[in-house]
């Protein structure tokens, strides 16, 4: 059973759709990374917290410490958005425990 | 440059050769870190060096694979006797510091027929 499990695997959407990816681990943290993987492999870190909530543009991110749970949401989604989203959990950057990721397609 | 810079971006191997993988982390940190990632999976941590320590190598899978940063900036990632289960994606990040952000590369794509 992987430690930080990520779901759903996949989704589609259309374009403006509201969107929630979920992220839940079992280790103790001290910091979690939502992570963005476009095709071709290069990886964007999108936010690192350690707890309550962040936003940036269109993206919010928020993490429940104490139910082990994150939330990646994207608003008005777009098609640019289609992208592989990962989960990351850790004490530190070096031991950071990966998600397989979450697939998203956003249609127009 | 701007970012983490890794080279070559692509590699076929027969098996059996030797490989040598390049990253060349943000100017500044300190942190750098390799992982590998197989297809349809997610990151998995390689090893972690500190300007030119490293300081952790648990994630390497076998004696076959190497890294080294000699001078605390670049980094090579060596993997002798290549095998077909080495076939990945090799990912480079680099962070300020231990607990900071992660900037990653664009990887390096390994295949080894």
């Known amino acids: 059973k992987n430690e930080v499990e990520q779901s759903p695997q996949n989704l589609t959407a259309q374009e403006g759709e509201f969107i929630t990816i979920n992220c839940s681990y079992s280790v103790g943290i001290s910091a979690l990374h939502w992570l963005q993987q476009h095709p071709g492999g290069g990886i964007v870190s999108l936010f690192m917290?350690?707890?309550g909530k962040k936003k940036h543009g269109r993206l919010i991110a928020t993490i429940n410490i104490q139910e082990k749970h994150s939330s990646l949401h994207i608003t008005a989604s777009h098609p640019r958005d289609s992208a592989v989203y990962i989960c990351a959990v850790g004490y530190n950057t070096d031991k950071l425990i990966f998600g397989t990721g979450t697939r998203l397609q956003v249609f127009p | 440059g701007a970012g983490v810079s890794q080279s070559p971006r692509y590699k076929v191997a027969k098996r059996g050769q030797d490989v040598a993988l390049r990253c060349d982390p943000i100017s500044g940190h300190v942190s750098l870190f390799w992982y590998q990632q197989a297809l349809g999976q997610g990151p998995e941590f390689l090893t972690y060096f500190q300007n030119e320590a490293q300081l952790d190598k648990s994630g390497l899978p076998s004696d076959r694979f190497f890294a080294e940063r000699p001078e605390g900036s670049v980094s090579t990632l060596k993997i002798q006797r290549t095998q077909q289960e080495d076939s990945a994606v090799y990912l480079c990040?680099?962070?300020?510091?231990?607990?900071?952000?992660?900037?990653f590369g664009e990887g390096s794509r390994l295949t080894v027929l």
């Open positions: 990040a680099s962070s300020f510091d231990r607990t900071g952000e992660l900037f």
């Open positions: 917290l350690s707890s």
